[in-house]
């Protein structure tokens, strides 16, 4: 029987959560009722389905396959993994899930809406609508997160440029870092070469002469220009924000700050989850694809089928003697 979508992303958590070495119970007096491996993955499909925590327990109710593959014997209650919610995070684990030796990173920011008034409303009304701000500092090779950085307020995009990139780094060491014209900043381009990373961020204003251009990386990028090849690799932030938005939504329905934040990082490792599903699927769909793979397969039927035939044959020689 084919595995749905929801178990293969099962899997894929789970096996990125036991490389992860995270224990399966935070303290040994707990009740020992759920996992907290249970809990997270029960919460990034939550995300998944768009529900709150009451809707999302009673849709499990109907759900015996995904209970089946958790090894659940009862459906938790909604508080719990509201209280798992708040101490639980395991973002940094996909990145090292990757098993590469550096990252290609971009870093990108994009807003959610969080107000519970409606578009219509707040237009017809005149209100000024709010959001949360998140930015990213993702792979661009393999299209996953790596870090994030929550706002609730209007501030500048490279702001958090620095942050994210030591960050990021700290976790796997960054090759080369691009970024839109949002992040041109002298600041940025020494936190980059501080670190021993490439930074391709074009500076704005292309019709400002080089002698006018403020600072040393700006001047050289002006002087030297960069690889359009390597810098329109960036917009692959834009179909991450783009799969986020689509298959969650552009809205946060939380209230609370804190809510919020952890609705966002959610949101985030079921994304994660869900590129390395696919990720993984298109691994073995090339691979079955590959015309060495049908030639070893053909060798391999063929050995089996002569195999075979040749005992068929000595069976029925027996059988005449």
Not at 175 to 190: P, Q, R
Not at 224 to 252: A, C, L, P, W
Not at 271 to 278: F, G, P
Request: charged share 25%; with cysteine; net charge positive.
């Amino acid at each position: 029987m084919k595995s749905s979508r929801y178990t293969k992303m099962i899997r894929s958590v789970m096996q990125i959560i036991k490389r992860a070495r995270i224990q399966p119970y935070l303290h040994k007096t707990s009740n020992h009722v759920y996992t907290v491996w249970q809990h997270l993955i029960l919460l990034a499909l939550r995300q998944y389905e768009s529900k709150s925590y009451r809707m999302f327990t009673s849709f499990l109710e109907e759900c015996f396959g995904i209970c089946k593959c958790l090894g659940l014997s009862k459906i938790p209650h909604y508080t719990a993994l509201q209280k798992s919610a708040a101490r639980l995070d395991i973002l940094e684990s996909f990145v090292i899930h990757l098993r590469i030796k550096k990252i290609f990173a971009g870093i990108d920011s994009t807003g959610f809406g969080h107000g519970q008034s409606s578009y219509y409303y707040t237009k017809r009304a005149k209100l000024r609508r709010k959001f949360v701000k998140l930015s990213i500092c993702a792979d661009m090779k393999k299209q996953i997160i790596c870090t994030v950085k929550i706002r609730h307020r209007q501030r500048h995009d490279g702001i958090d440029f620095e942050q994210l990139l030591k960050k990021t780094n700290s976790i796997l060491p960054i090759d080369t870092i691009v970024a839109d014209k949002g992040y041109d900043s002298e600041k940025n381009h020494v936190a980059a070469n501080n670190l021993g990373i490439t930074s391709i961020i074009p500076p704005r204003y292309a019709d400002v002469p080089v002698y006018k251009t403020r600072g040393h990386y700006r001047k050289m990028l002006k002087r030297q220009g960069h690889d359009s090849v390597t810098y329109h690799q960036r917009n692959k932030t834009e179909t991450i924000f783009s799969v986020i938005k689509k298959m969650f939504g552009e809205n946060v329905t939380s209230r609370k700050i804190s809510t919020q934040n952890r609705e966002l990082m959610y949101r985030v490792i079921a994304y994660n989850a869900y590129r390395i599903t696919r990720n993984n699927l298109a691994s073995l769909a090339w691979f079955l694809q590959s015309p060495n793979t049908s030639i070893f397969f053909n060798r391999f039927f063929l050995d089996i089928f002569s195999t075979s035939y040749h005992q068929h044959i000595l069976l029925k020689d027996r059988s005449y003697a």
